[in-house]
């Protein structure tokens, strides 16, 4: 089946401007993750979404940036007046998640997509 | 505040080795660790995702072991390729996923 896939793969901006980059996850999936890799960084997690629950925003970096997911399925992330210091590789995930029992906790084996480069001249 | 590490941070070895990368993490608070490779300019592959009840999975030439109450987890790789070449990142879940810095590996022909 059709892995995790995101939109645009290259994103190109000046400064000030605003973007919006998109995620389709895989089907079936009810977590979707945002996540921020910037040039010889790790990766830092920025928003979390489960089902139907409120979203897990306590990665965002600032009031700048917002996502929001629709229909329990795609998912946009939006980042207002862009900064150079926002030029990264924005990635993308999607997990089912299910209990293993009590002694296990959640199972949710997260699945990446190809990310989106975002270059904010 | 959970911290995770990768030892080594780049790795070089010849075709054929085996060897053995080492995460560890502040907080055992956690309800899994999951281990990826990544290829440059790509997104990160799933490799093995162990349970907190787990020690150990294994997939092909890769295993995986947990040591939960003292935060370290390795990736043992066996019979060294050259397409094993990427960076290899561990992240833990508790309260949310933390990655680690990763170790980039190298193995030549």
């Known amino acids: 089946g059709a892995g995790v896939s995101q939109s645009p793969s290259n994103k190109v901006t000046e400064k000030g401007k605003d973007v919006e980059l998109r995620c389709d996850p895989i089907?079936?999936?009810?977590?979707l993750y945002w996540y921020r890799q910037s040039l010889g960084q790790g990766l830092e997690f920025l928003i979390y979404?489960?089902?139907?629950?409120?979203?897990?925003k306590s990665g965002l970096p600032s009031d700048r940036f917002s996502a929001e997911r629709t229909g329990g399925s795609v998912s946009t992330l939006t980042i207002q007046r862009t900064q150079q210091e926002d030029s990264a590789v924005y990635l993308c995930?999607?997990?089912?998640?299910?209990?293993?029992?009590?002694?296990?906790?959640?199972?949710?084996?997260?699945?990446f997509g190809p990310g989106t480069r975002l270059t904010v001249l | 505040k959970q911290e995770v590490t990768q030892i080594p941070a780049a790795l070089s070895v010849p075709e054929g080795e085996n060897l053995v990368l080492n995460c560890s993490f502040t907080d055992s608070a956690i309800y899994n660790l999951q281990w990826f490779r990544q290829d440059p300019g790509k997104g990160l592959t799933s490799l093995l995702l162990i349970q907190s009840s787990q020690r150990e999975q294994t997939s092909g030439r890769l295993n995986a072991s947990l040591d939960k109450s003292s935060g370290r987890s390795t990736l043992y790789i066996a019979a060294s390729q050259p397409g094993d070449s990427a960076t290899y990142l561990c992240a833990v879940y508790g309260q949310n996923f933390v990655f680690g810095p990763g170790t980039r590996l190298s193995v030549l022909p």
């Open positions: 979404f489960q089902g139907n629950s409120a979203p897990d």
């Open positions: 995930a999607s997990s089912l998640v299910f209990s293993v029992g009590l002694a296990g906790g959640p199972f949710n084996e997260q699945f």
């Open positions: 089907s079936g999936h009810t977590a």
